[in-house]
Nanobody, 121 residues
Framework: QVQLAESGGASVQAGGSLTLSCAASVGAFKFRVAAWFRQAPGMQRELVASITTYGSTYYLDSVKGRFTISRDNDKATMWLQMDSLKSDGTAMYYC???????????????WGQGTQVKVSP
């Protein structure tokens, strides 16, 4: 039973924009902090952005001002709008949900399968 499913990954040029979507089952989304993580080749998975049920957000410093996380609780859907993409944005992007500490998803217990983003120079 799929709980979270990402879509929207693609190859884009640096400076371009991309929007990722995460469709969730209600049980994996409602009243949970949701987040986007990414993992580049050879690197550890890192938290990119997270959002609480009420819309409070957290962003990784390197994406502040360029990425926007949002969610629709009724539709159990989350998005990540990525603007001014840089080559370091190349990674597999995962959505996740779980328990948060403030605005940060600290204990994810549901994960999607990931969607690939490639940013070319």
């Amino acid at each position: 039973q799929v709980q979270l499913a990402e879509s929207g990954g693609a190859s884009v040029q640096a400076g371009g924009s991309l929007t990722l979507s995460c469709a969730a089952s209600v049980g994996a989304f409602k009243f949970r902090v949701a987040a986007w993580f990414r993992q580049a080749p050879g690197m550890q998975r890192e938290l990119v952005a997270s959002i609480t049920t009420y819309g409070s957000t957290y962003y990784l410093d390197s994406v502040k001002g360029r990425f926007t996380i949002s969610r629709d609780n009724d539709k159990a859907t989350m998005w990540l709008q990525m603007d001014s993409l840089k080559s370091d944005g190349t990674a597999m992007y995962y959505c996740a949900s779980g328990v948060g500490e403030g605005t940060v998803l600290s204990r994810p217990d549901y994960w999607g399968q990931g969607t690939q983003v490639k940013v070319s120079p």
